[in-house]
């Protein structure tokens, strides 16, 4: 991110940061793509995930390879002696065909933002550049096409 700190100083708003990516490669650039969906991440996990048995806070590596689908290692500490913990992640169910036939479910812009929320956005405006304060404050008047 230092080449955005360089090339948008001062606070970022999503439509800039849409444009670093276009810029980070000159040879085959990204291309960054405006959506008014977003996959919903939290109905797909609930569809796949069981993570219970993974204790997460416990752990210090945690090792994603591709001999077991599904299934992760999960190291307590850094030590070289220590044998991890293989646990798996996906519901009994899940294979690799659920993924390939799965339904993905966007979760649809606008999103609503609570009145705590534009107190705070409220309250940071007047420290922000001219541009931001106008993104912010479209945000907070329910303008964006982004926020309701």
């Not at 810029?23 to 109905?43: C, R, S």
């Not at 077991?68 to 646990?87: A, E, I, K, S």
């Not at 649809?108 to 705590?116: A, G």
Request: aromatic letters at 8%; one cysteine or more.
């Amino acid at each position: 991110m230092c080449s955005e700190a360089s090339k948008f100083p001062g606070a970022n708003v999503p439509r800039k940061r849409a444009v670093v990516p276009t810029v980070a490669k000159t040879i085959n650039p990204f291309l960054a793509v405006a959506m008014d969906a977003f996959i919903d991440w939290k109905a797909i996990a609930g569809q796949t995930l069981n993570t219970k048995n993974l204790r997460i806070s416990e752990a210090a590596i945690v090792h994603v390879g591709t001999e077991d689908f599904g299934c992760m290692d999960v190291f307590r500490h850094h030590g070289v002696t220590q044998t991890p913990r293989h646990v798996r992640i996906l519901k009994p169910t899940c294979t690799k065909e659920t993924f390939a036939n799965m339904d993905v479910v966007y979760r649809p812009t606008p999103r609503t933002l609570s009145v705590d929320k534009r107190k705070d956005l409220a309250a940071m405006l007047p420290y922000l550049p001219p541009d931001a304060q106008a993104y912010y404050a479209s945000a907070i008047d329910g303008k964006n096409s982004l926020f309701k």
